[in-house]
């Protein structure tokens, strides 16, 4: 099957190489801006890789939401398959994309945009064709578990461990969308739209590890525990998902302290199989490609689709979910917390929440923190 590849970056180069030594894949033409078009394979417009005789898959590996989404439907239209690694794009448009794509008889798979090289994606799209999904979720960014994991075992600073991350090139020199949270809220959303059906537009939640210090690694230390940015989703009552990420404090005992550096751990619960757990790389070009090579693999054996063809965008409910809180504030904060404990010293306090929704408690943080409070907080689990 002859792939065209859009964007010749760290992604799409990958691709590119991977098709020449793929069974049943072949190097297709490649989209680069004007003035790059440096080898016959480069083209630098849609329509002349769109043209080219022979092309019957579309690997896009550029990024950002436009120019792709119309490309993508450009390559839909014309009767291509499509396949992306790009999680804004499917976040954005992938009902959209799926939706053209069945209409077409072409296929639309995105493994690649959840967990890079983590088969997540594409084994949850298994799974929910024989059983159901209780929940989903895991650490889906590198960056901030390279941080987090450089903080706690090695006491480097959070600024410290930031330049570390960039210089390695695990973080982008605008880092804000993985220390948020964002980019990880981004790809939760994908595997709550593969494994309910809902692509969560509205209601969702994210709190990244820009508020975690030195001091508290400190703090969490004395209580025996570590922090990982985890994102969580699952079905609600009432046809929604929960769907959120969060810093959440466990014990040495679970699976997530295992994952180390940039490393990611995607899991699911099914009903019948219990719980699965994927631990590899979830970026870099290599682990990146081989899973947009899967994906082309599938269409090839004729798995065409990882969306239902009923996918539609829903809003979350994460007042739904409950669960209690370890929060740091200042001591002048506190009195609109339910504790269940509570420790003050030199004007820094630390208390243990009754059980509260998360909607609660990100609100409430947003409102301290508008009211001047800074405030780390994290799910308890367990
Ligand atoms: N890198 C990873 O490890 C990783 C992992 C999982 C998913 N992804 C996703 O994969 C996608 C690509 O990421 P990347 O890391 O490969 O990015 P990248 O290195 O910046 O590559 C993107 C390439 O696309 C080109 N491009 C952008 N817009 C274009 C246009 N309109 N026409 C032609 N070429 C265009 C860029 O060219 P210029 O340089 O000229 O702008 C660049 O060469 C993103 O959606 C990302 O989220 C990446």
Redesign the pocket.
């Known amino acids: 099957m002859k792939t065209a590849v ?7 180069a990958g691709i590119y190489e991977m098709l020449s030594q793929a069974k049943g894949l072949e190097q297709g033409p490649v ?3 004007p003035g ?1 078009d440096d080898a016959p394979f480069k083209k630098t417009s849609i329509e002349a890789v769109l043209s080219e005789p022979g092309v019957e898959a579309v690997a896009e ?4 939401i436009e ?1 792709a989404f119309s490309y993508a439907m450009a390559a839909i239209k014309a009767g291509k398959h499509f396949v992306t ?5 499917v976040a954005a448009h992938g009902i959209e994309l799926s939706a053209a794509a069945r209409e077409m008889g072409v296929g639309f798979l995105f493994s ?2 959840c967990g ?1 090289g983590v088969p997540f994606l594409h084994n949850l799209s298994i799974a929910v064709e024989s059983d159901d999904i209780v929940s989903l979720g895991g650490i889906l960014n590198g960056t901030t578990n390279y941080m987090l994991d450089a903080m706690q075992r090695r006491a480097l600073s959070y600024g410290e461990a930031l330049k570390d991350a960039q210089k390695l090139g695990y973080a982008e020199a605008d880092p804000s969308a993985d220390v948020s949270g964002l980019d990880a809220l981004r790809k939760i959303v994908l595997g709550s739209a593969v494994a309910y059906g809902i692509l969560p537009t509205e209601g969702l939640y994210n709190e990244g590890i820009e508020h975690f210090t030195d001091e508290d690694v400190k703090r969490i230390q004395a209580r025996g525990l570590t922090c990982r940015l985890v994102a969580k989703c699952a079905a609600v009552p009432g046809g929604k998902v929960y769907a959120y990420v969060e810093p959440v404090l466990l014990k040495a005992s679970a699976a997530e302290c295992s994952v180390l550096d940039n490393y990611n751990l995607a899991r699911y619960e099914g009903k019948c199989s219990g719980p699965m757990v994927f631990i590899g790389q979830g ?3 290599w682990p ?1 490609a081989s899973a947009v090579l899967r994906d082309l693999d599938c269409l090839l054996k004729g798995r065409l689709y990882m969306l239902a063809s009923d996918c539609r965008e829903g809003s979350a409910d994460n007042e739904a979910c409950r669960h209690s809180y370890y929060v740091r504030l200042p001591g002048s904060f506190t009195g609109c917390f339910e504790v269940k404990s509570y420790s003050e010293s030199d004007g820094v306090a630390e208390l243990i929440t009754k059980p509260m929704s998360v909607k609660s408690m990100h609100e409430l943080a947003t409102r301290l923190r508008a009211e001047g409070a800074d405030i780390f907080f994290a799910e308890l689990e367990g």
């Open positions: 859009l964007g010749f970056g760290t992604v799409g989209l680069v801006r790059k590996a550029m990024g950002g120019p690694s790009n999680k804004a794009l690649a945009a890079g970026a870099g070009r990146t």
